[in-house]
């Protein structure tokens, strides 16, 4: 049996590489045209490039997102793109649209089609629609309960797909048009205002009925589902996926390296005890910033996994630095300024190896013009500051956590 998948986000280049670092098998990118996540910074072709011949010396993968539903005018430049895709060496298209598998299958022969969760996959009878066509791949519906995606993964004849982070529709995923209506902004074609999240009044018989400057809303919380993975490895789903091309680098350093460390240990033992998970959950949740819930997995959720009058959000604003260079001579290393910090607060460098370095901060200089400072409370700054490690870029610094 093939060890299951981690698959990660990515919205930019630097962001995939992280994502990679961190424990990821392959990651999923947009590129300009044909994207759902059109407000993600997404990629240019040359990068699209670049990230394949990175990720391949790793031995890792890259997807392509086509997962908008396309009208006739997002047509335009199909083939050409499909090719390209195939000469760079894409590894597969994550798509929605039977019109863009035909082409794909014809002009990007060496690309994998993986059928999207637009498609709200959730029985085996849709699989094998699919895989006629010729998709090598179908990601499950996320409403699909953990029985299900086991029933349906028992009887695939392709690969399986599975979101285990991330954000949750308040609709069937791929059938929302609240933003459409709101905003003209079409959730299916990239445009998502996310408005469920938005602030409402509640009315009865034209009389605003809630008090107090509350607001209602009509979120979903994201899903977290850490203590699920050694079920979805026993029955055999291909792949594990996070949810989050908008999200920041420090995200993609916790969540991948939780759920990487999880999946490892699992193969180990053939197991995950309660510790274990609690642990992973822990690291999981500091790069986490909205309340999570297990989704479907265990059936239809109540009312307590939807959000109503619940802010989504908590900030927790422990990430405060992104290691840009390290001088191994002077033990100084170049920052970038994500959140405030200074001098003696008590840090830790966070790595690809699942392990935390933590040190004091002593000394603190600004690189542009060298003066010394107390506190670090610009975004976006360059830094200097003590460091007694050898540290690389895709390092990051947060506050240590009090327990």
Known sequence: MNKIELLAPAGSLDKAKIA?????????????????RARASN?????LKELCIYAHSLNKKVYVTMNIIPH???????????????DIKVDAIITSSITIIKNAIKYAK??????????????????????NIGAKRIVLARECTMDEISSITCN????????????????????????NHYTNRDANRGGCAHSCRWNYDLYLNNTKINKDNKFYNMGSKDLMAIEYIPNLIRCGVSSLK?????????????VVSGYRHAIDEYYKTNSLNIDQIKEFDQEIRRGENRITSIGFFKGLPSVNEQLYDTFCEMPTQEYVAQVISYNIEKSLCLVEQRNYFSIGDIVEVITPFYTTL??????????????LITDANHPLEHIIINMPYEVKTSYMIRKVKNN
């Open 156 to 179: 695939s004849p392709i690969e399986t797909e599975v979101f285990i982070h991330g954000g949750m529709c308040a609709s069937f995923s791929g059938r929302c048009v609240l933003s």
């Open 242 to 254: 996070i949810e989050g091309r908008m999200k920041s680098s420090y995200y993609l350093a916790c």
């Open 43 to 47: 990629f240019e072709l040359d990068d």
């Open 358 to 371: 933590p040190f004091e901060i002593t000394y603190m200089i600004k690189e542009d013009d060298g003066e």
């Open 72 to 86: 006739d005018s997002d047509f335009d430049g199909l083939i050409e793109y499909l090719e390209y895709l195939n």
């Open 110 to 131: 060496d690309v994998e089609v993986h059928v999207s969760t637009q498609m709200s996959c959730y029985n085996s009878k849709a699989i094998n629609f699919w895989k």
């Open 20 to 36: 990679l670092s961190y424990g990821a098998d392959a990651v999923y990118v947009g590129g300009r045209k044909f994207s759902l």
